[in-house]
């Protein structure tokens, strides 16, 4: 457990109110503060909550969600982990998170990949340096018979629900933001953190997620997995690294039909098709299906995008696509550089390999 503390400047935002006025609350003894050694007052979290409980204090939205967000992580995020956050130690993180899903200590799973977006890191280095060796990890327990199924099955739920939560946070995030939004003479521009709170003033620092949004449509995406395949961990990955970058994502899921996933295209109409291949071997019959869905697509001008696990190795005749990516990093780089980008990429923290 950590002490989350604000400063005068973050809690007049909290409260919308002046720095003043803060200081006279302080001065009144309405609401404890710590002096730091420069003589600048710092609030305990725990402090903010009882006064703004107390007395009543009307709170934006967006920073009730805030609030929220920072009493969990000091509930659940111990010292090491906050360390590991703000030196961007990747390796450390993933053997962290891996810790804590044998563990299975979901809070704490869920505190820590929340604080890493907080931060700034992207869905794309999430995903594929946290929680993928995470989770080969993992799976390595269980091929050697040290993981029984179930296991298996509970942390992998776990993790699910915990990316679930971080991606609610994030849309809520959006949603909020476009509310604290600001027009110029080429769109909306916020800095804006996962919670939402907008910052007119504030420095493009890496724990604020720098938002461009011009008035133009945004592409449509559709993130699926063929029929047979279960996995759908990576796909939420896809989903989110689409997400961030402006794309309108259609959610569709695991074991979808072919016959099913075509009705979709047609009533959606997006630009590109994402799908998650796990399974290391396919059937005849599964890979016809495939090819007919895969020129379906390209008789409407719809582009495939491939990823998962078994994508670059030959256990079976592979799928052709427009693209096949290898991690979500190489997927947002062919995104950028392939689509209209509605949001501007964070500044990632620097990190360490």
């Known amino acids: 457990m950590t002490t989350q503390f604000f400063s005068t400047r973050e809690l007049s935002e909290i409260c919308a109110v002046g720095e003043t006025t803060v200081k006279r609350w302080s001065n009144m003894g309405l609401i404890k503060h710590h002096k730091t050694v420069g003589g600048h007052r710092k609030f305990k979290l725990e402090d903010v909550l009882e006064f703004i409980s107390k007395n009543n204090i009307e709170v934006p939205p967006a920073q009730l969600e805030r609030l929220k967000l920072e009493k969990n992580y000091a509930e659940h995020l111990d010292i090491g982990s906050e360390i590991l956050l703000v030196r961007g130690d990747v390796e450390g993180l993933a053997q962290k998170l891996t810790e804590l899903l044998l563990a299975f200590r979901k809070n704490e799973v869920e505190a820590l990949l929340s604080k890493a977006v907080e931060q700034g890191m992207s869905f794309a280095t999430l995903f594929d340096r946290i929680i993928a060796p995470a989770m080969y990890h993992v799976g390595e327990l269980w091929a050697a018979k040290k993981l029984g199924i179930s296991e298996e099955h509970i942390i992998t739920n776990i993790l699910i629900e915990s990316v679930l939560a971080v991606k609610a946070h994030y ?3 959006l949603l909020n933001a476009s509310r604290h939004s600001t027009w110029n003479n080429v769109g909306i521009n916020v800095n804006l953190t996962m919670n ?11 724990d604020v997620m720098p938002v461009a949004l011009p008035a133009s449509k945004p592409a449509a995406v559709v993130c699926t997995c063929p029929e047979s395949e ?10 989110l690294v689409c997400q961030s970058l402006g794309m309108n994502v259609s959610y569709v899921g695991a074991a979808v ?10 009533e959606i109409k997006p630009t590109v098709v994402c799908m998650s291949v796990t399974i290391a071997k396919v059937s005849p019959t599964t890979y016809r299906r495939f090819e007919m869905f895969r020129k379906f697509l ?15 190795e030959r256990k079976s005749r592979p799928f052709e696509a427009d693209f096949r990516a290898r991690s979500l990093e190489e997927l947002e780089q062919y995104l950028r550089e392939n689509f209209e980008v509605l949001y501007q990429p964070r500044n990632g923290r620097a990190l360490k390999n």
């Open 298 to 312: 390209k008789k409407r001008g719809v582009r495939l995008i491939l990823g998962g696990q078994f994508i670059g």
């Open 171 to 173: 849309e809520k995030g």
């Open 196 to 206: 939402g709170v907008a910052h007119s003033k504030a420095k493009k620092t890496d």
């Open 257 to 266: 039909p072919f016959k099913d996933l075509e009705h979709v295209v047609d």
């Open 230 to 239: 279960y996995h759908e961990l990576g796909l939420l990955g896809v989903s």
